[in-house]
């Protein structure tokens, strides 16, 4: 009957399981119209359309609008495949297929919102009950989707239901003599990926290059080690001594395994005895594998880095061959794993680690070559059409977009106004239509830039005579004297060893109290926080004022200062920080006051980009 009987409705909650298998002999290539084009035309490489609601939505489909050829389809469903990319092709048949479309957003998601509504009040999931209060994890969607015989136009309505009385709101508008002006009018399109949602911001956003538009390099991933911490260390000469040990032929693994030297521990899919004779064979001892690696945002150890497998897990040839004098990387990601990651890129200039920023980063860099800027055939129309010299010739113009990007991806306007984008979506910009725009937006950027490189000195941040606001900030103190070797000891439960030897942050120790008798200025306790915090290394000792803007600031999902400081509680280091390590405090403190203290300038810059924005023309434009 289901086959070829005609059916008019179809409804009902289909279960929501990304990883429900194989499917079976009948579903063959069920859901593969919803993944034609993804890759070549959309440039969507990651995607999971094997979920079992998106199986329902392809059976619905199939019966109603290819089968009988009229009729209605009702879904509760994950809210997923309303905008993320990797929906765009299903979204785009379904909006083909029928004629009416009817959304009604209940977010409560974890993941998307941490069941938090825009105004601050809970959000839990529509099927909450007494019970379980928060209901499932994931945010649900109800769709109603009607091909009929009318031909009086598409209609694609959307709204969103939040809070906890959204069910009973629901059932209320149930009843209203005019259902639809509920709704706002949803405009999907190729610009937007034909999301579903309305509003201005998903709409504008959507509508901006991403920064792998603006790449001519696929993006790649950071260097990946999983062997425990066997080839990193904070300390070079460590590090050095440990490898020139571990790649001594003289030496046998069993006396290597007895000191630690090297990743001499089998594991999953690593075989220790085969690795080492591998790279005996085939690679000595070199000082210049000894390369820094941003480990976290601010937070570079050394790794010894080789291209012999599998002694890193994932070693990044095409990473190190660009990292040369006078280039350097914009760090980003594609979607967020959970709410509140912050800034979604950083910068450096050394080897990108695959847990930049969480959860993996892909680093786009300035020159694809010495002599070759890395920017798309559109990307160099754009600045072409600017009136830019060549970006081959002058890596000065090969920087600009990039400093743009970071100079856009730095304004909490940004951040803020298009937040649901950039959790879900490769970072986007708008590219300005102006080159007195571009190049001050380019300005703004590389002070940013300057300012996330822990090796370069910034006046009045980190040299010469400080900024007033900035001066009292994170000062090294103690109790009733003068810091020495023992009051360095960072015993404040700031981290943990967890499972499988993952350092885990702890709880530390932290006082707080009102900013304003600290702050410089009323705007500077309005930029950086009503509350500022004292964060000890110990009993006594503690860097004091650390605003709550500079102790929260978060970069791609890492709460900055605690991260670092997690990986240097004693027992995990082995000894007392170093007066260098504590002024390092101070200083990573300092430069995350001196965004935060960019704010103005940055969200001018944003609207004023945002406001003169240009598509990427095409090269033959």
């Known amino acids: 009957m289901k086959q070829e009987r005609p059916i008019l409705v179809v409804l009902g909650n289909p279960p929501y399981n990304a990883f429900a298998g194989t499917s079976p002999a009948e579903e063959a290539g069920l859901v593969e119209p919803y993944k034609q084009g993804l890759q070549k035309e959309w440039g969507i490489r990651k995607f999971n359309l094997d979920d079992l609601y998106v199986r329902f939505f392809r059976v619905a489909e199939r019966r109603i609008a290819e089968g ?14 309303l905008w993320y990319p990797s929906y765009t092709v299903m979204r785009k048949r379904l909006l083909a297929e029928f004629d009416r479309i009817w959304m009604d957003n209940l977010n409560g998601s974890k993941y998307e919102t941490g069941k938090v509504a825009p105004d601050g009040s809970p959000d839990p999931s529509v099927f909450s009950t007494e019970a379980n209060r928060e209901g499932i994890q994931v945010g649900t969607a109800v769709a109603q989707l009607v091909k009929c015989d009318r031909s009086d136009g598409d209609c694609m309505l959307y709204r969103d239901l939040w ?125 210049k594998s000894l390369r ?63 847990h930049l920023l969480d959860p993996n980063s892909h680093p786009l860099p300035i020159l694809a070559a010495p002599d070759r800027a890395n920017l798309s055939p559109p990307a160099r129309a754009w600045l072409a059409e600017l009136g830019l010299p060549d970006a081959d010739a002058d890596c000065t113009v090969a920087a600009i977009p990039w400093m743009h990007a970071l100079a856009i991806g730095y304004a909490p306007a940004w951040l803020s106004e298009n937040a649901v984008g950039i959790r879900q979506d490769w970072p986007r910009v708008p590219l300005p239509d102006n080159l007195d725009l571009l190049r001050a937006s380019a300005a703004l950027g590389a002070r940013v830039a300057a300012l996330l490189d822990p090796d370069t000195s910034v006046p009045g941040v980190t040299t010469g005579s400080l900024r007033p606001a900035l001066a009292t900030i994170a000062v090294p103190a103690k109790r009733g004297g003068q810091m020495t070797e023992s009051d360095r000891m960072l015993t404040a439960g700031w981290g943990h060893v967890g499972k499988a030897g993952a350092v885990m942050p702890g709880r530390g120790r932290i006082t707080t109290r009102d900013y304003a008798t600290e702050a410089a200025a009323a705007t500077d306790a309005e930029l950086l926080g009503n509350r500022t915090n004292d964060i000890f290394l110990n009993a006594d000792a503690y860097w004091r004022n650390i605003p709550d803007a500079v102790w929260g600031f978060t970069i791609g999902g890492y709460q900055v200062l605690k991260k670092w400081l997690s990986y240097r509680e004693c027992p995990l280091l082995g000894r007392a920080l170093t007066p260098g390590e504590v002024r390092y405090v101070r200083d990573v403190a300092r430069r995350l006051a001196a965004l935060r203290l960019m704010t103005p300038e940055l969200d001018a810059n944003y609207r004023a980009c945002a406001a003169a924005h240009r598509p990427l023309p095409t090269p033959s434009t």
């Open 292 to 354: 820094q690696l941003a480990l976290h945002p601010f937070d570079l150890q050394w790794s010894y880095h080789t291209n012999v497998r599998p002694i890193w897990n994932e070693p990044r040839p095409e990473l190190v061959e660009r990292i040369f004098r006078g280039n350097g990387f914009v760090v980003t990601r594609f979607r967020s794993r959970r709410p509140a990651e912050g800034v979604p890129l950083v910068w450096t200039t050394a080897l990108a680690g695959y």
């Open 68 to 81: 009988t050829g009229r009729g209605a389809v009702c879904f509760i469903s994950n809210h997923s495949w």
């Open 163 to 287: 809070g906890a009385a959204k069910r009973e709101m629901l059932l209320t508008s149930l009843d209203a003599a005019d259902f639809d002006a509920h709704y706002a009018p949803a405009t999907p399109a190729v610009a937007n990926r034909f999301s579903l949602r309305s509003g201005t911001h998903a709409n504008i956003f959507a509508a901006w290059p991403a920064l792998t538009e603006i790449s001519a390099l696929a993006p790649f991933s950071g260097a990946l080690e999983m062997r425990r911490g066997a080839l990193l260390s904070i300390d070079r000469a460590e590090l050095a001594d440990r490898m020139r040990r571990y790649l001594d032929p003289e030496l046998s693994l069993a006396e290597l395994r007895l000191s630690g030297a090297g990743p001499v521990e089998n594991m999953a899919r690593f075989d220790a005895a085969a690795a080492r004779i591998r790279v005996l064979r085939e690679e000595p001892f070199s000082e």
